[in-house]
């Protein structure tokens, strides 16, 4: 059973950084193209970070620069660095399979405010 458990979010002051951990189960991270999405407050999930099979990386326009998708095989875990966070990034974070309609784990609340 393929399964996601999200952590390492928090309250942060803008401009500072956060590291949001995904431990993923019933798969191998390194054989599938993983991302994070996050869902705002009355607004719906949006892609946020992609990482390939070859460990390629995509970003949306609005972390690009700020925020690293990367991949740890040996603990099966894709991580989210995010760096001069801005009000505007506090939401739910989650990460999944980018290719696969899994279930949805319960997310990390990332919270951006002074």
């Known amino acids: 059973q393929v399964q996601f458990v999200e952590s390492g979010g928090g309250l942060v002051q803008p401009g500072g950084s956060l590291r949001l951990s995904c431990a993923a189960s019933g798969f191998t991270v390194s054989s599938d193209t993983m991302s994070w999405y996050r869902q705002a407050p009355g607004q719906g999930r949006e892609l946020v970070a992609t990482?390939?099979?070859?460990?390629?990386?995509n970003y949306a326009d609005s972390v690009k620069g700020r925020f690293t998708i990367t991949r740890d095989n040996a603990k099966n875990t894709v991580y989210l660095q995010m760096n001069s966070l801005k009000p505007e990034d506090t939401a739910v974070y989650y990460c999944?399979?980018?290719?696969?309609?899994?279930?949805w784990g319960q997310g990390t609340q990332v919270t951006v405010s002074s």
């Open positions: 990482i390939t099979t070859g460990g390629s990386t």
């Open positions: 999944r399979r980018r290719y696969y309609l899994d279930a």
